[in-house]
């Protein structure tokens, strides 16, 4: 038996015509021996009201008990949804977390998956029913019921495509895939029909809208073929596998930007060794990440160290670093949040040529270039936040539209 | 460990706000080495709504499905209140039916409890937990989420109650109490300090507003005390439990009305060995459950038969009825939902004088008596649906007011 994976998110299923909708095309999909399991979220915007309930009660509820509130708003939607098919006269059958056998850690708000235990999953398939499956939600051992956190429900979608060896794991969306850039801001960008494990790693902060890292990191991790597409429409989407072409091509797969950022930089730091360890082990340890670092010499035995976070962790950063600036003798602590992160993303990219490309196409628009930060398949840039989509624009003419050759043109 | 079992319903847990309140009162009876293990039912109209949505879906939805989406609304609740406890500093968890071991047949939508496991729920207590349990749903033995149908929070909570061997078990409602007739009719009715469980089993029209039958059944076969009370005031309740007098002893307990109720009667069936068995094996075959039966001598070798049914099941009745007449040759089918179920209930009652009683007071009211049923406990008259409220008023006046000693000023 063929097994396809598909997951609907909250949009797509938001109202009860879209739930019929989305059953109409689970079951245009199946049969001919093909054994579906289908992903749901939460409808629109159900969580946002259930936290709101829980935010009426109190402003700290503990953890263990929003995943249980949470938990309900899947749970809902898979009922929904089988109801729907049955309509239609399918034989299926609704699942949550806990029943399909999803077994997390018991860090409540964010679990991890341990294992799937995919028994029941293949007994209902055998017996031809669709399997609905909950997303977002797993069980620990002890029977108490968890949340997986942002990215919840495409994570369920490629655990369980993973388990089950699935022949593919579509994941419906409110857009046609994965495009070279914002089209809200560049309305020339493309969209790509196939981009790589890595590569989409990388456009995390473009792919958020349609695709979760955590979920590509376990795509990749057990080569889960993705297809991102709409549920609104039968356009192609984008594919998400493994390396694609032949290496050393230059491809540059899209732009990608990032406004949810701050810059962070502690002032007069004596040069010893141990003081830049003493710095980012402070912030790992109070679990804040820091994205882009860059240590510069002001004078002789005295560095700035600037580093940047989340803007929703600045708060946080700077009060932790208060303290540390004061046991490393530091002379202070600056912030801004007025900063923005643009990114080139490519597989095989040659760096010198890409990056003077996109210095260029800064320069040439006149946006100051604060910080820059590389990996094997990306170059990124902080600059001014109100610069973003002139940025955006800039870097995308001169790559994608009148440049580099662009990935879904290349042969695989 | 002392340990006592509480329920609230859903107006009680009706608003973030009511919760909070639920939440004050909930430990206010805590501490002191008593186990607080709480039942609540889904906020307000929580289960409508989600009905609503099921059948904009569908006009048939599976029972199955019904279930697993109905079981979040009491979820939703349990994580709520457990919020607003954890809120006020006392240790608490909530549990599903699932978590907490109810263990239900497979009977969707009106599954029956097969037994609870203890276990979870006394390992919290011991941990100084105040246990928060979802009512109205349980689970089967291959994990499928199972709901308990009408009076399912107060079975739920009854049946904890019996598990754990609890001291006592508060039913927390919208009213006082059990009343000797619905104070919307009777203004003068008072409400009762104790009833036995079988006069509540029969007050059970007027009881179903406070009070499953069966929920009464099932503390009547498990000893457990129960008390129907208010969660909006501090007032004392109705206990309900065992046998509470000496036997002998005139004691009416309440009058009860039942406006839910249709008239069938089959015309000229012959006068012959199982044809009685026929009509009403019919109706059991097809669940219909039927109260009162008349059958009635016309003439010699064929007679009428009537009973009663309930009004929401009158059509199926009446069609189940044309094949049943045809069959057994009878001349046809009546039928009437212009009709109403009045009651006087007690212990101990001296049929002959309460008959003669209730008999005259009606027909001072100049209402007439279409049936008459008898219990050992209960006289019930069926009468004309606009009539009902002149006769509960009547017999009322009669026996609580002018005529016999009420329960609740009896010693015990």
């Known amino acids: 038996m063929k097994i396809y994976v ?3 998110g909250g949009t797509s299923v938001g109202t009860p015509q879209r739930i019929k909708n989305v059953a109409e095309r689970i079951i245009k999909k199946s049969g001919n021996g093909v054994g579906m399991v289908v992903v749901v979220s939460a409808m629109g915007d ?11 009660i109190t402003p700290n509820p503990p953890d263990r008990e929003i995943d249980m509130l949470l938990a309900t708003g899947e749970q809902i939607s898979i009922s929904l949804l089988a109801m729907a098919i049955g309509a239609l006269g ?41 399997v609905i499956v909950a997303g977002f939600q ?9 949340t997986l956190g942002r990215g919840g429900s495409d994570t369920t979608a490629v655990a369980l495509a993973a388990a089950l060896n699935a022949d593919l794991c579509e994941i419906y969306t409110d857009v046609d895939g ?17 981009i790589s494990y890595d590569e989409m790693l990388e456009m995390a902060s473009l792919g958020a809208k349609v695709l979760h890292p955590r979920s590509v990191e376990l795509a990749k991790q057990y080569n ?7 549920s609104f ?5 984008t594919i998400i596998k493994g390396e694609t072409g032949m290496e050393g091509i230059l491809r540059v797969s899209g732009i990608t930007h990032d406004k949810n950022i701050a810059k962070v930089a502690i002032l007069g730091v004596p040069d010893k060794p ?9 912030l790992a340890d109070n679990n804040i990440n820091v994205d882009m670092i860059i240590q510069s010499i002001r004078h002789e035995k005295v560095n700035d160290i600037s580093f940047t976070v989340g803007k929703d962790e600045l708060d946080k950063t700077v009060s932790i670093m208060r303290k540390t600036v004061e046991e490393i003798g530091a002379k202070g602590i600056e912030y801004d949040k007025n900063v923005a992160k643009v990114s080139v993303v490519g597989a095989g990219i040659n760096k010198s040529e890409v990056a003077k490309a996109m210095f260029q196409a800064l320069a040439d628009e006149e946006i100051n270039i604060q910080m820059i930060s590389t990996s094997e398949i990306k170059i990124s840039c902080l600059i001014d936040l109100q610069m973003t989509e002139r940025a955006v624009k800039a870097i995308h003419n001169k790559f994608i539209l009148n440049g580099i050759e662009i990935r879904h043109q290349d042969a695989i």
């Open 46 to 56: 159900t969580t946002d009201k259930l936290l709101e309930l829980a935010y009426e």
């Open 233 to 237: 429409n039968e356009n192609k989407g």
């Open 178 to 194: 994965v495009y070279t850039a914002d089209p809200r801001i560049v309305p020339e960008a493309m969209k790509l029909d196939i």
């Open 138 to 146: 797993g069980i620990t051992e002890n029977n108490e019921i968890t």
């Open 224 to 230: 889960v073929n993705l297809e991102v597409k709409s």
């Open 274 to 282: 141990g003081i830049a360890y003493k710095v980012f082990s402070d």
């Open 90 to 130: 399918h034989p299926v059958i609704s699942l949550t977390g806990g029943q399909v056998g999803i077994i997390t850690d018991d860090v409540h708000k964010k679990a991890r998956i341990l294992r799937v235990n995919s028994k029941r999953i293949l007994e209902e398939l055998n017996k031809g029913k669709i």
């Open 6 to 8: 598909q997951k609907y």
